[in-house]
C-alpha cells in the first residue's frame, strides 16, 4: 500500500493510511428523522472499530435518470438537516456541490465538499471549492483514466486546497454498467492524495431503466479487493430500508448489513498492513 504523502484531516477524522477511514450515509437526505438515526448507528459502529468516519448524504442530486425522479430537499433545507447531525452528534458532514455559485454557502455548513464524478472537470467549480479552504473529495469521472486525475489534482492545488481526497468509482463501457480497474487504487494513490474506493456507486447499471439498476450483491467482494489493492478508506450509502429509498434503492446497502462490512474489510486491512511490515 502507497501511504499517503498529503493526509487529510476532516474535524478530528484523519485519513493517513494509519487506519481504514469511512465516508458513509443515505444516497440523498428523505425524513430528517432517517438521517440523524443512519448518522448515529454509522457514527457508533465505525467508533467501535475506532475508524476515522465521515457523514454523507446529498442535499440535491443532480444526476438523475428520469426528471421525474427525486433530486433532495434542495440547499437550504439540507444544509440545516446536515447542520444538525453535526451539533447532535459531533461527526463531520459531506455533501455534493454542483456549481461555483453554491459553494460558499454549503462551505459554511459542510466539512467536505465533494465534487461529482461528471463534474470532476469543471475547472470552475473545481476553484470554487478548493478557495474556501475545506477539504475536497472529487469523484473520479466514469470517463477518465486514472492518470488523468493529476491534472484535477493540480487544479486543485493550483487553487489553494491542502486536503484533497479522490475516489474510484468505477469506469463505463457503455451498455449500462461499469468497470473497476483494481490498478487505478495504486494509480490514484501515486498523486499523494489519500484514495477512497466507492463501493455502492461502483455497483450501479446506470442508464437500466427509469432509475438506475444496481447489483448490491457484489458490495463485500469489490470492497476486499479495493481494500487488498491499496485504498485508504471507503464510500459507501446505507439506508435502513434501501428497496423504499428514494435514491439508489438498487445499490445502497442495508444498515443493517454495516457491522459485517466494516469486521471484513477491517480483516482484510490488517493481513495486507502485517504484510507491509
Known sequence: MILPEHPVSVNGARFDGS?????????????????????????????????????????????????ASYRGPGQAEGLRVLEEVKSQLGIPVLSDVHTPEEVPGAARVLDVLQIPA???????????????????????????????????VEKLRGGGAEGILLTERGASFGYHNLVVDMRSLPILAATGCPVVYDVTHSLQLPGSGTETGGEREYALPLARAAVAAGAHAVFFEAHPDPEHARSDSATQLPLESVPELLRSLIRVWDAVHEARA
Open 19 to 67: 487506519r481504514l477511514g469511512v465516508i458513509a450515509g443515505p444516497c440523498v437526505i428523505e425524513d430528517p428523522d432517517l438521517v440523524l438515526e443512519t448518522a448515529a448507528e454509522l457514527k457508533r459502529l465505525t467508533e467501535n472499530h475506532g475508524l476515522p468516519f465521515v457523514f454523507k448524504s446529498s442535499y440535491a442530486k443532480d444526476n438523475r435518470s428520469a426528471a
Open 118 to 152: 461528471f463534474l470532476c472537470r469543471q475547472t470552475s467549480l473545481l476553484l470554487a471549492a478548493a478557495a474556501t479552504g475545506k477539504p475536497v473529495n472529487v469523484k473520479k469521472g466514469q470517463f477518465m483514466a486514472p492518470r488523468d486525475m493529476t491534472r484535477v
